[in-house]
């Protein structure tokens, strides 16, 4: 069975940084392309950052050049490092697996989701 489990989540002062974590079990990272989305109170969901399977990446515009998505094949984990941290950034996020980048990028599905990890950024 296929499972994904966020952390890191947490309140940081605006400016600051925060990793986020997503441990995958049940299929190995590698074979499946991954994203992170977020969902903040009263607006719609929004993909954030992308690996694809082939290692490519895909970041939305208002977060490149802050945030990096990584991930450890040998810990089978997806990573969110987010730094300069904005009050727009304020969000549930969740970690995300396709056998597809572009259904997630393009349409926002993913065939596995995570329970999600909420990211306070106050100023």
């Known amino acids: 069975q296929v499972q994904l489990k966020e952390s890191g989540g947490g309140s940081v002062q605006a400016g600051g940084s925060l990793r986020l974590s997503c441990v995958a079990s049940?299929?190995?990272?590698?074979?499946?392309?991954m994203g992170w989305f977020r969902q903040a109170p009263g607006k719609e969901r929004e993909g954030v950052a992308f690996i694809a399977s082939g290692g490519n990446v895909n970041y939305v515009d208002s977060v490149k050049g802050r945030f990096t998505v990584s991930q450890d094949k040998v810990k089978n984990t997806l990573y969110l490092q987010m730094n300069d941290l904005k009050p727009e950034d304020t969000a549930m996020y969740y970690c995300?697996?396709?056998?597809?980048?572009?259904?997630?990028?393009?349409?926002?599905?993913?065939?596995?989701w995570g329970q999600g990890t909420q990211v306070t950024v106050f100023s």
């Open positions: 049940g299929y190995t990272v590698s074979r499946y392309s």
């Open positions: 995300a697996a396709d056998s597809s980048v572009l259904r997630m990028v393009a349409g926002g599905k993913a065939d596995y």
